[in-house]
């Protein structure tokens, strides 16, 4: 899935994705999106929008994303969760 968003409006940037779902054969993230000093989420299942809310710089956008998060768990869409960072230190 392409990890940047087409948008019609110049001033938009995609920030980046808040999580990553999965289940057979899809895939999905929550994009945050600058949009002319607001925040936009945008959940995107194979390069499909399924939700989009434009919100308030600050908590809302976080909390909005978490309860979309936890919707998808329960309609039996699985977390993608990153490996930590190898540290190329040695002990």
Known sequence: MDS???SS???SHDVGTLWTMRRPGHRA???LIDCAGDWELRVLADGEV???ERCARGSEAFALAETWRRRMLEQGWHQVVPP???SNARP
């Open 29 to 31: 993230r929550c994009a």
């Open 50 to 52: 399924l939700l989009t």
């Open 84 to 86: 930590a960072a190898q």
């Open 9 to 11: 409006d110049a001033t």
């Open 4 to 6: 940047r968003i087409q």
